[in-house]
């Protein structure tokens, strides 16, 4: 099993050069823009006219990236302070919901549930409550899929562990059960403070649509990019958005 360690070099991988490719220049297209001395596509790229140069940042999950001195970056993970960029803060305690960030797609701001032992953007937290537990059945709020650092934030003895699967699928473990199938990472993901949430080496996030099993209907079931795991074209990224919460758990368990 690999362990859950943290390089900060691993990071590098979520920054890009804006030395980047531009798009081909064709310049009767109206749809492209200038930027310095290339030319870009807006759908694609942002212009940066910073005091040091005219930088292009790509467009990814549909959010412009920003620019660091010559440096792409996503204030959902990193801060600049002008000339450095710097890692954000990592959460080391509470509890938090997600919701997806894709302003490109209709799921845009919709929360991450839990269910089926899986994560999926959009629908319902699918949840059980004995009833031989009495009130405390009544004082979760409802339909709320609340975590924290690798666990699901319920009462259930034992608790319930989120891991990462080999097919990048962010997983929890059933209640009363230490089972973790297809297990690549233990652990969630990394949540930042006021930020948002990626895979195990901070990875990014893909959602693909798939019928879960029982289902007859398509939903988006949430993944990191791994490496060395393809994902269909019909999947598409998107940022997980990490919401402080007060409470400490959501659910007697998640189902
Ligand atoms: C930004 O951070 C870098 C690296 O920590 C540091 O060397 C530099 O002095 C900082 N610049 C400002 C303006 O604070
Ligand atoms: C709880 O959520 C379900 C699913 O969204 C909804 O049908 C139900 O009306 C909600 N109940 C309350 C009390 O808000
Ligand atoms: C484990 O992976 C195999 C192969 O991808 C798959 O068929 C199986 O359903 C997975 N098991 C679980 C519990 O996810
Ligand atoms: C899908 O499943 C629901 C509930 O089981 C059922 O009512 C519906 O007719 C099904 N739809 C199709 C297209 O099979
Ligand atoms: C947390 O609790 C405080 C005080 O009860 C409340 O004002 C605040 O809105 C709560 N925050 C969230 C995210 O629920």
Same mark, same amino acid.
Not at 98 to 105: C, E, I, K, R, V
Not at 136 to 156: H, K, Q
């Given at each position: 099993?690999?362990?859950?360690?943290?390089?900060?070099?691993?990071?590098?991988?979520?920054?890009?050069?804006?030395?980047?490719?531009?798009?081909?220049?064709?310049?009767?297209?109206?749809?492209?823009? +200038?930027?310095?001395?290339?030319?870009?596509?807006?759908?694609? $790229?942002?212009?940066?006219?910073?005091?040091?140069?005219?930088?292009?940042?790509?467009?990814?999950?549909?959010?412009?990236?920003?620019?660091?001195?010559?440096?792409?970056?996503?204030? &959902?993970? $990193?801060?600049?302070?002008?000339?450095? &960029?710097? +890692?954000?803060?990592?959460?080391?305690?509470?509890?938090?919901?997600?919701?997806?960030?894709?302003?490109?797609?209709?799921?845009?701001?919709?929360?991450?549930?839990?269910?089926?032992?899986?994560?999926?953007?959009?629908?319902?937290?699918?949840?059980?409550?004995?009833?031989?537990?009495?009130?405390?059945? =009544?004082?979760?709020?409802?339909?709320?899929?609340?975590?924290?650092?690798?666990?699901?934030?319920?009462?259930?003895?034992?608790?319930?562990?989120?891991?990462?699967?080999?097919?990048?699928?962010?997983?929890?473990?059933?209640?009363?059960?230490?089972?973790?199938? =297809? &297990?690549? $990472? $233990? @652990? @969630? @993901?990394?949540?930042?403070?006021?930020?948002?949430?990626?895979?195990?080496?901070?990875?990014?996030?893909?959602?693909?649509?798939?019928?879960?099993?029982?289902?007859?209907?398509?939903?988006?079931?949430?993944?990191?990019?791994?490496?060395?795991?393809?994902?269909?074209?019909?999947?598409?990224? &998107?940022?997980?958005?990490?919401?402080?919460?007060?409470?400490?758990?959501?659910?007697?368990?998640?189902?």
């Amino acid at each position: 099993m690999k362990s859950t360690v943290y390089p900060l070099t691993i990071f590098a991988s979520l920054l890009v050069s804006t030395k980047a490719t531009p798009v081909p220049v064709d310049v009767s297209s109206t749809s492209l823009k +200038e930027c310095g001395d290339q030319w870009y596509s807006p759908c694609s $790229y942002t212009c940066r006219v910073g005091a040091d140069s005219n930088a292009l940042c790509p467009v990814v999950n549909g959010e412009a990236m920003d620019d660091c001195a010559g440096a792409c970056y996503t204030p &959902l993970c $990193y801060s600049c302070n002008g000339t450095a &960029l710097a +890692e954000n803060p990592r959460k080391s305690s509470g509890t938090f919901t997600l919701t997806a960030s894709n302003p490109d797609q209709a799921f845009d701001g919709q929360p991450i549930q839990a269910a089926g032992n899986h994560f999926w953007v959009g629908g319902h937290a699918a949840t059980y409550c004995p009833s031989n537990v009495g009130s405390i059945c =009544n004082s979760f709020p409802n339909d709320t899929t609340i975590i924290g650092n690798g666990y699901m934030a319920t009462v259930v003895p034992g608790g319930q562990e989120i891991y990462w699967q080999t097919d990048g699928a962010l997983a929890f473990t059933q209640a009363h059960s230490i089972s973790e199938f =297809n &297990l690549s $990472y $233990y @652990g @969630g @993901g990394i949540a930042y403070e006021g930020g948002g949430y990626f895979g195990p080496n901070g990875e990014d996030l893909i959602t693909c649509p798939v019928t879960p099993e029982g289902s007859n209907m398509t939903a988006w079931k949430l993944f990191a990019r791994l490496v060395g795991v393809e994902f269909p074209g019909s999947c598409v990224g &998107l940022y997980a958005v990490v919401h402080d919460q007060n409470i400490t758990a959501g659910a007697w368990q998640y189902t």
